[in-house]
T-cell receptor
Framework: DAGITQSPRHKVTETGTPVTLRCHQTENHRYMYWYRQDPGHGLRLIHYSYGVKDTDKGEVSDGYSVSRSKTEDFLLTLESATSSQTSVYFC??????????????FGQGTRLTVV | TQLLEQSPQFLSIQEGENLTVYCNSSSVFSSLQWYRQEPGEGPVLLVTVVTGGEVKKLKRLTFQFGDARKDSSLHITAAQPGDTGLYLCAGSDNYGQNFVFGPGTRLSVLP
């Protein structure tokens, strides 16, 4: 199994508070992704990183920010949590074998509830 | 924006039956991946297909990439309860910056 650890695994927070989720990898992969998964929407990309300090927005980035100061760590911050951000969050990593596609390995997810 | 559609959305079958699920797009992908996700877990990569017309087999699972690299299918022979889960397809370009998932097919195999 790919070495990906998400923390925390579960969190309940109040509306308006900041929340940070952490993704740690031991694979030294260049690409890291944050997704959210909701019923009826599948996996939607929030932000991704293509190197240390190199990040870009995905399709549902509003209300989220990310940081990557080291290859192994990718942080997702909800600046002011809202109930619409209640979801299961997945981190994924990938190498990029050129011409062979992007094969992503996922963490076990963080279930976040905003009350 | 590249989009992937999957069908059927839900499928419930008896143990021992065969089934096929589909992943379709109007866009061309350089490669396509299939994942399986069990409740409470992250998706797990099953296979990557790269070449148009490519067929890959993984035990009772057969994956095919369409000739035009716009669609793919997953066929399961003699389904077992352990095959139950959410099957996701994902497509990517060569640079990893456009990597999209389909909404998934939720499969339930009844004993």
């Amino acid at each position: 199994d790919a070495g990906i650890t998400q923390s925390p695994r579960h969190k309940v927070t109040e509306t308006g508070t900041p929340v940070t989720l952490r993704c740690h990898q031991t694979e030294n992969h260049r690409y890291m992704y944050w997704y959210r998964q909701d019923p009826g929407h599948g996996l939607r990309l929030i932000h991704y990183s293509y190197g240390v300090k190199d990040t870009d927005k995905g399709e549902v980035s509003d209300g989220y920010s990310v940081s990557r100061s080291k290859t192994e760590d990718f942080l997702l911050t909800l600046e002011s949590a809202t109930s619409s951000q209640t979801s299961v969050y997945f981190c994924a990593i990938s190498a990029r074998p050129r011409g062979q596609g992007v094969e992503a390995f996922f963490g076990q997810g963080t279930r976040l509830t905003v009350v | 924006t590249q989009l992937l559609e999957q069908s059927p959305q839900f499928l419930s079958i008896q143990e021992g039956e065969n089934l096929t699920v589909y992943c379709n797009s109007s866009s061309v992908f350089s490669s396509l991946q299939w994942y399986r996700q069990e409740p409470g877990e992250g998706p797990v990569l099953l296979v990557t297909v790269v070449t148009g017309g490519e067929v890959k087999k993984l035990k009772r699972l057969t994956f095919q990439f369409g000739d035009a690299r716009k669609d793919s299918s997953l066929h399961i022979t003699a389904a077992q309860p352990g095959d139950t889960g959410l099957y996701l397809c994902a497509g990517s370009d060569n640079y990893g910056q456009n990597f999209v998932f389909g909404p998934g097919t939720r499969l339930s195999v009844l004993p």
